[in-house]
């Protein structure tokens, strides 16, 4: 396994690039932490341990209703684009036209579009059509983003399942829709909730798709949460931004983590990372 | 043995079961990726020729006065100043990248997943709010102001509504898009590779140039290509972490659909910031596309 | 082409019929209007290089692959346009494809439960089926817990199961190594003639084919060559890719002349079975290098005087390079018995009469 041997020298400049780049990475998070837990409004001198703004968090309403409309949303969304992204990626796999790889690149089109642009031309489309904004119109827009997130990360998987599996299925009395269903989809299993919960992270903190097709009331959380700020900094943005913060550090990690408990080579992680050799 | 009768031979039928299953999954989606973003995307190009009715509404027109308005002064240093900091934002990004995504790859043992993990968590957990972290802790009243004040090194500098700040915030934002593919890279590179390089160069820095970097190069264009895509039209960093004199063209699209109320204009804005990104990124896809093919 | 005959009386359908079996790809013809017939409880192997044609032919008899023209008949029944999943077909592929996400038993009784069995006899015949390859002590694992002998065996336990006409296996050894190989060849044979099902197997090992097999096809670029036993197609090729494919041969090319072939103007080897040629045709002789002696040469041999160019030491055997002429030189291979003393050696330069049985000279065009 020579690949993954260390290199032999002595890494005092790798321990330290990567201490100062966690230390930079790490500080503005940590700080937020810090000073949501301040008795006093500053946040630059920390003076005790204080729970208030947490407290005055779970007595603001509007915040509250923005909390649910997002996890509302962020639920919708996830399982629109994951069945949607699978249907995608299954289709892809198989289909090896010319046409079936045009559509492969057009899925991805989101991707490598910024989200402005996604943004304005939802809004354009809803209004156009006469659809009000509201909490619907968001979901709509986060689906369509998402979907490319869970094409890649199920293809992925189902490029490690052979098409010989598949065949198998078949050959022991399998019509193909019942070797999908009881054959492929299992396998699959790992990899959907895997990218369900990064895809619900992503879309319960999305910003900009959110602040250009939402309605007035509720909003996403993440556009009331910019409205405050254009306001100015303050601790009681700091405690839902904690709060916001540890939600999706844990999906993500959970996103990483459970699709492992499944098996080898079936994570994000390891498709991020071009998996163990 | 059976007589051979290629006469009789009947062509054999289709058996028709076999794709129909895959081709009618694929059609849903495919559906839904034409109404909501291809479909879309059209209706931005053609409001983009409209003009705003009397009453302040925006409406389907045939007018290029918009792109005409957009061909001014003001506009153009606008795109300028956001092509100035995507690239920027490129060049630390790659700068901070290359020694970390080398360290953890190479160094990193059997921590190597957990840091890996420790790095992508936090990028994917709310921009939003990671940009607020910066503006708190770079405001004036914010946490190194008053530790500069504290130790005497300073009276308070102005870090926010700067050019450094926005940049800064977009290689927070984006660094991770960096690291990754160089890092993917780095993993599937031979190590022996390295040490016979650092035989033959002598040195670290030369082995880097001659060595990894040329054989990483597949990552390093692809990080370069997942950075620039989203920093050319971002507006949170410079709207949060800027002002006025760090505007970019992703601000003055989001103003034109929020206060300035002139939706064509932006959707204008909008078609000609995706024709300077395609421009870019189809040149840049032919220059390392045509690198890649040197021996 | 030439199948061996086969005795194909009016009560034995055969397992598998190909007529005129077709397949183009793009303009390639991949498998040549094939025609063949596998008889009930046979182990048929089909034979063949890369690319051959071999793989394509098995799938379009699981059904998995659609032919270009010609029919494919299981049991006497037209399946050409069956779904494989209606076919009475079963097939042990060459990555066993197991299902990772069920056991073993839920592997194998995997194609009984499709059928509707009742929960009872699915046990029962799951647990025979698990104790015919040995695997019964392993039925509750899954299948990334086990070493590849031991997924072969539950691929081939999940195929097997359902008594089908005809089991087809691609290449199933390939991925194992040496020892488990040879065992699994042991092993494979003798289950098929426990349960008497037909089985078609397709290798590019032509020892796996000729050591396992009833019957073996050698197939070429999309058509049979030859089909017969293993000794037949052995001992009497009737191709030159036949010849140089199923073990080695020495190749010489002559012109046949009198009852023999002239492979040069001073040598001339006696060929009396040979049938077909005539005179002043240009032909090609065979000989297996096992066939050529260098002592104890018996008076119906015809001899061949050479010299030792090289000599190699494999354990069980020693082969030599004769050379009869500067630009021609014969393999012969020496089984090392216990009467040779070590000074009976022969080392190059020695000069040798070799001697073979004239019906071990093989002629073909």
Redo the contacts between chains.
Sequence with gaps: MARARRLERKPMFAVVVTAVFFAWLYLPILAVALFSLNDKKSLSTFSGFSLRWYDDLVHNDALIDSLLASLKIATVATVGSLVLGTMLALGLERVRSRRGRVIGAVTLLPLVTPEIVTGVAALLLFTGVGLKLSMTTVILAEITFSIAYVTVIVRGRLAGVSLEVEEAARDLGCTPFQALRLVILPTLVPALVGAGLLVFALVFDDFVLAFFTTGVDPQPLPVRVYSSIRFGVSPAINAIGTLMLIGSALLIVAALVLPRLFGRGTSSLDLITGGQK | ??V???R????????A???W???A??A???A???A??????A??VL?SFGRTTNDGFPAFATSTANYRALWNDVYLELFWRSLLYALATVAISVL?AY??A???A??G?RY??A????????F???????M??????L?D???V???LRGSGLSDGVTFLNTPWAVIGGLV?GFVVFMI?PI??SL??????L??AGKDLYHGPVRTFFSVTLPATRAGLYGGV??VF??A?????SAQ?LGGASTFMM?NL??QQ?TEGQN?PL??AL?VA??AA?TVL?VAYLRATSTQAQEP | MSTAPMSTTAATTPSVSLRSLTKTFGGSIVVDALDLDIASGEFFSLLGPSGCGKTTTLRMIAGFSDPTSGTVLVGGEDVTSTPPHRRDVNTVFQSYALFEHLDVRGNVGFGLRRRGLDKATLNRRVSDMLELVELGDRGKERPSRLSGGQRQRVALARALINEPKVLLLDEPLAALDLKLRRAMQAELKAIQREVGITFLFVTHDQDEALSMSDRVAIMNEGVIEQCGTPEDVYEHPTSVFAAGFIGTSNLMSGTWSSGCVAISPTVSIPAPGHQGSAEGDSVSVAVRPEKIWLSDLTPAMFRLPGTIVATSYHGATTQHLVSITPDLTLTVLEQNLPRMRADDRWIPGDRVEMGWLPEHTVVLR
């Design positions: 043995m059976a051979l009768d290629r009789g031979a009947k062509p054999a039928p289709r058996s079961q076999r794709t299953l895959w081709g999954l694929l849903l989606p495919t839904w990726m034409v909501f973003f291809v479909f879309s995307m209706i931005v409001l901070i020694p970390v080398y360290a953890v190479l160094h043992g190597k997943n840091l890996i993990a420790a790095i992508v968590v936090p994917f957990a709310s921009y939003l709010i990671r607020y972290a910066w503006k708190a802790l405001s009243d914010g946490l102001n008053s530790g927070y990754l890092y993917a993993e599937r590179l031979d190590v022996s390295i040490e290509l997942l895509l989203p050319l039209g971002d507006f949170v949060l992703g699209v989001q659909f939706w932006g959707s909008t910031m995706m990104l990124m």
